[in-house]
């Protein structure tokens, strides 16, 4: 082990990594995560540092911890904290307090790695009291040091260009493991594992430590890793200097499953990370991140709120246009904030010149071109900046009375999550970048008007096995050939005598991870003779992954498309699946909301799903969730799951005329 070790550290990070951690430090660590802790032995270690046991002086007697008299020895300390509380304290402060003093960065520029690290900590202990209790010291422990090679590469004379670049050195970036490769012959993440294996930590750990990027592969770790990854990639999403709020809230949807909490828990859970995580922040002397960008202060409900709510401010993806945009914010100022006097200057990214309009009690009154530099709030106006990742798109200002309303504090972060969504727009503002289009995360070829493809995503190539973008080969031949699925008549289709939409069908057993497959075929909004396909399975289409995705043009135009309503059925006909979109319709009788046509013979009960043979249309009047009843044409296929039987009932809006 010892010689693997020595290969993965070159002598500047030994040096680096015995200057921060001395072996009394490390005894001190190896003490408190063994299985029976010795509190004389733990405070033997502690008076063997005097800085950390000051500082653990100081905490134990904080007004954080409360005790009735003040602590003034070591093992009292000890004592009173207990093994846990001392464990995470020791481990914090062994981190933050010894790398500080070493570091060559300025400390304002190390606040975003802090902040990060501090929230992947938290969260994991948390995460692991629900998941796995036995594992939170560890887990706290592993995400504490997950990223100390990129902390010890700030001790060096000079870091690395890939790290010094960077916002944020803890937070992934492209190309990051293979820079880190050519660099110092391996990962971080591997060589914190090598740290942790040459210190004796549980091997256990180390692995986690080593895994703790793998998102995607996270059901396939054992506890400890798994709720590792899930901190890591929380931390990761909550605290980045450009956030993803679609991605942030679809994150937040899923670990409040993998928890098993409800939306309210979800947000007290939150709520308890965030207490902590402030309260650390201060006793640490780590400066907090703007009031706008910090989303772990928020539940996940308004979260989504603003994030819906800007979406429609910014265009969804349409052509930017000042005047639309000053209306919709109109309508959002009023109807949710309760300000109907506010002056914007907005302007499209990269350009000097933008649009001064003002609102007078909800009326707007004027606009004007004019330059950013010469645009300026009225006297005794509050101003906030809508401004992402640097850039900067204009702002909106207010009277300072608006500032007496209490939900005036969160408009910076709505309008933070507005310039987002703008910043969004204009990194997919080419149609044609081919980069952008291959990165999006759902199966999708766009082809001409014979079906040839001329372009796809890496998922779509991933699921027909092709290394690239085939030249004279149709997607309706790989549909065929490789998935048994035939495509209904695409000339007439194409020809516009056939409506554009969607369709739903069954792939051969086997062939395609997950049933049931959805096919769609949209035009494309930028040519008249271009078309997208996309594949895949409708449970996973969700409204969350479309809404985060639709900035991009041509996919707004794809889902905006989308008519069907689309649902499972258990073998009573009770929708057990539906859309993010449509869950008011879970747990509602298909039989109980509907009624078929005159033309249907039989009965209108669970037992015509019992007689299904195959694909079955019906015509029927429908309750949906806005409690109107409409027409539709209601198509329902049996499909075989693991728990028996399930149904498709794909809701078609029925054609009149």
Known sequence: MAPAVETALDSAFNKSLQLAFPPVLVRLIQALLGPDPSFSAISEYLRMDPMLAGKVMHSA???????????????????????????????????????????????????????????SAIAAERIAARLAPEHKQNVYFAAMFKDLPLFLAFCQKEAPPFLSAEAMATLPAPQRFSEEAALWGTSHPDLAHSILLLWGMPVEVAEAVRLHHDYEGVLRHPPLTSCLIYATRWAELVHAPVADTGALIAFEVGLTSVLGLSAAEMDTFRAGCAETFNRLLTDLGIRQGKVEGRFYDQSLSLLQHYHFLALEVAGRGHAFSPTSFSLALQRHLRSFWDVSDWELFI??????????????????????????????????????????GGRNYGYLALPRLAEESPSFSSLPMFMHVVALHLEEQRKRASIACVDDFASIPLAIARVDSLCRIKNATRTFLELFGLAHAPTNVTARG???????????????????????????TLAPEGSFPGTPTYVGIYAAPDSPDDYYLVVGDVTEVSALQSIAMSDSVYLEALFSSLAEHVYLLDGSGTICWSPPNREGMTGKNIFAISRPGAAFKGGWAAGFLDRLAGVMSVQAAMITGKGSVSSFELVFTPLRVASGRQYLLVARPAVVG
């Open 61 to 119: 007697n904080s007004i954080h911890y409360g005790f009735d008299h003040k602590v003034s020895d070591l093992q009292q300390a000890a004592a009173v904290l207990g093994t846990g509380e001392l464990f995470k304290l020791v481990i914090l402060l062994t981190m933050q307090k010894r790398l500080d003093p070493i570091v060559r960065r300025e400390s304002e520029s190390m606040f975003g790695d802090w902040r990060l690290t501090l929230w």
């Open 347 to 388: 302007r499209r990214a990269g350009e000097e010149k933008g649009s001064l309009i003002r609102c007078a009690k909800g009326s707007l009154f004027s606009e004007e071109k004019t330059e950013y530099s010469a645009a300026v709030p009225q006297p005794g106006w509050q101003r906030i900046d809508i401004a992402s």
């Open 478 to 504: 790989l549909l065929d050939a490789r998935l048994g699925i035939s495509l209904p008549n695409w000339d007439l289709m194409t020809s516009g005598k056939t409506p554009l939409q969607g369709w739903f």
